[in-house]
Each structure stands twice: as C-alpha cells, then as structure tokens.
C-alpha cells in the first residue's frame, strides 16, 4: 500500500523535475541570459533542493520530497541506543554515535546490518 503511494510520489517529483527543465530551457530561448541565471540561483535552485537531497545546489532543505517518501516506507531502528534512523544513514548513524565500540572502519561496515532493525507500520 505504501509501496505504491511512494512510488506515486517519486513520479510526481520526476514530473516537477521535468517541468523545471522545461521551463529552465523556454528561459533559455529567449536568449535573455541574466534572467536565466537568476532563475537557477533562486527559485529554480529552491524547487530542486526541495525535492532531493542530492543536488547540483549548495544546500538543502531540512526535510525534502525524498526523505518524506523515505518516512512513508518507514525508517529503521538502530538496536543499540533504538532510535529512529533512516535505513541510508546507518552507518553515519553507528560512525557518529557507536563509533568507539568498532574497532574499524571494515568491522562496522560488516556489522551494520546486525545493528537496525526495519520499522513495520
Ligand atoms: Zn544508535
């Protein structure tokens, strides 16, 4: 069920990134340059950044399109302190907070599927 209202979501995000481009390039052809890069410093970089996570742009939003369809599909739970992490950030999660009970980069690696369990909803 949540499967397919967040697969719904990411085609609309893909929509709005479609319509971006569209837009970017009609700003394009009309040969005015100094709007164009207005465009993308601003609103254009504020939508993208909204969306992802991951962009071209310098910053981000707090909370994007991509973590909310993360947060429907449920997150995981680390099994050592059982707070709430996104299953992607495991092992910034076990780095930054379990750090000092691994002995190495490899070994904590190795371990991180043992240290969360999914959240089912
Ligand atoms: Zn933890």
């Known amino acids: 069920m949540n499967e397919e209202i967040a697969e719904q979501l990411e085609e609309k ?3 709005i990134e479609s319509a971006l481009e569209e837009m ?5 052809q009309s ?3 100094g709007a164009l ?7 254009i970089a504020h939508i993208t950044t909204a969306l992802r996570k ?3 742009y310098l910053g981000g ?3 994007c399109a991509e973590e ?6 449920g997150d995981a739970r680390c099994t050592i302190c059982k707070s709430r992490i996104q299953e992607d950030e495991v092992d910034e999660h076990l780095k930054s907070e379990h750090g ?3 002995v190495n980069e490899e070994e904590l690696m190795e371990s991180m599927e043992m240290y969360y369990e999914r959240i089912e909803e």
Do not use: P, V
């Open 54 to 56: 991951e962009t071209q």
């Open 13 to 15: 995000i893909q929509e």
């Open 68 to 73: 909310t369809i993360h947060e429907i599909l």
């Open 37 to 43: 890069s207005r465009a993308q410093a601003y609103w």
């Open 24 to 28: 970017e390039d009609l700003i394009n």
């Open 61 to 63: 939003s707090m909370c």
């Open 31 to 33: 040969g005015n340059e």
């Open 100 to 102: 000092e009970m691994f």
